[in-house]
């Protein structure tokens, strides 16, 4: 890193991490002076009670709020239209984005449409959308996206088949309230992905080609808390310690990849869930192997970094040695955490759309960051491999 290196940093205004934060939401809306929120949810967090938890808060502040809880998983921008409305139907003077990252992104989409012109289709990257709607109050209950912290969201097209970056100011949220006590009743194999989407924030984040010291040390304390733990609480969902270092290690690496991008994987990854709507954490853990050990050779010290990071490789192996470590730890993770395959779930995806998808990844931008810059047929190529 040079002198003349700027690294561009974006965060919330207010972080609270740890258990029981979340029950700190009305404190945190009256130090920002606020009292009507719209919460945006999805039935599920309706109907196992963890709205409850926020809403009776917020009640006994005596503070007025409503509920949009029509989010869907990877939501649409019919999803957002919707929400748009319950919005500008109210007098509302902040959102709560309560969930995982579907009901945070809806969340700050609907932010910023409320005072921006037209489609939410106009603004994708690598567009910057720096004019701001009202506050956005981030509240996750998966392990995962770390949208909570970052500057970006995601929305998939009706109109065509397609999963697009929103980036900018205005997709920041103003406080973020990180409460791993919600994790303990994720299932079994979103607890996976989701532990899998953060191992990959980190590792992209990590070897970006837009990566910067700051950066690095979110990534490289991500690493190992997911590591170590992910089977952990995988097979025990119970397990608030490895909850609680899960949920952690999600927000280092939504610090992480928000401010150093990510990479060739989610490029590849969006299209996946466009086309075949394979949630987003899952189709990142198909891949993760595969596109790291097309990359490696690109920049070996980076990636044996992270093998070191995770105890996958020792500081006496070479940097060859322990990519090759890294790749194998990461296709035995897959292994122990039941990933399927995407012909394993009967997605099948003939050469026009492989191609189709290669093309929409390179568009997303993502894939320039890589190390190794694929070509459309290089990613096809790593599309079949996976399949």
């Not at 319950?86 to 959102?95: L, T």
């Not at 869930?273 to 980076?302: D, K, Y």
């Not at 192996?317 to 122990?336: F, I, M, R």
Request: proline share 6%; hydrophobic share 45%.
């Amino acid at each position: 890193m040079t002198l003349t290196t700027i690294g561009r940093v974006q965060s919330p205004r207010i972080i609270r991490i740890g258990g029981g934060a979340a029950l700190e939401v009305a404190q945190v809306l009256a130090q920002l002076g606020l009292s009507r929120p719209l919460i945006v949810t999805d039935k599920g967090l309706v109907e196992i009670g963890h709205l409850a938890c926020i809403t009776d808060v917020l009640d006994a502040a005596g503070m007025g709020w409503a509920v949009f809880d029509a989010v869907m998983p990877d939501p649409t921008d019919a999803c957002v239209d919707a929400g748009l409305a319950a919005f500008q139907g109210g007098n509302y003077d902040c959102i709560i984005g309560f969930g995982g990252g579907s009901p945070m992104d809806t969340a700050k989409a609907v932010s910023f449409m409320a005072v921006n012109p037209g489609h939410v289709r106009d603004y994708k990257a690598p567009a910057q959308i720096d004019r701001c709607g009202v506050p956005v109050i981030c509240i996750p209950t998966t392990g995962g996206t770390g949208s909570e912290l970052t500057r970006w969201c995601v929305i998939t097209d009706t109109k065509s088949p397609e999963k697009y970056n929103l980036s900018g100011l205005a997709c920041v949220a103003t406080a973020a309230l990180i409460d791993w006590t919600f994790t303990t009743t994720l299932p079994a194999r979103i607890t996976a992905d989701t532990a899998v989407d953060s191992l990959t924030h980190a590792i992209e984040a990590y070897v970006s080609r837009r990566a910067f010291p700051y950066t690095d040390g979110f990534a490289l304390s991500a690493m190992p808390l997911i590591a170590h733990n992910v089977r952990r609480a995988y097979a025990d969902p119970e397990d608030g310690d490895a909850r609680q270092a899960l949920m952690l290690a999600a927000s280092q690496a939504g610090m992480a990849f928000s401010n150093a991008s990510v990479a060739l994987v989610h490029g590849m990854s969006r299209p996946i869930g466009a086309h075949f709507h394979v949630a987003h954490g899952l189709s990142n853990a198909m891949l993760l192997p595969t596109v790291t050990g097309f990359s490696v050779q690109a920049a070996p010290a980076r990636y044996a970094d992270c093998a070191r990071a995770m105890k996958l490789a020792t500081q006496a192996d070479s940097d060859t040695l322990a990519c090759a470590k890294l790749v194998e730890g990461l296709t035995c993770l897959n292994a122990d955490l039941a990933v399927p395959t995407p012909s394993s779930l009967g997605h099948m995806a003939d050469e026009k759309m492989l191609r189709l998808m290669a093309r929409q990844a390179l568009a997303s931008g993502s894939p320039q960051n890589n190390p190794r810059s694929p070509t459309e047929a290089e990613i096809v190529a790593l599309y079949k491999e996976m399949w």
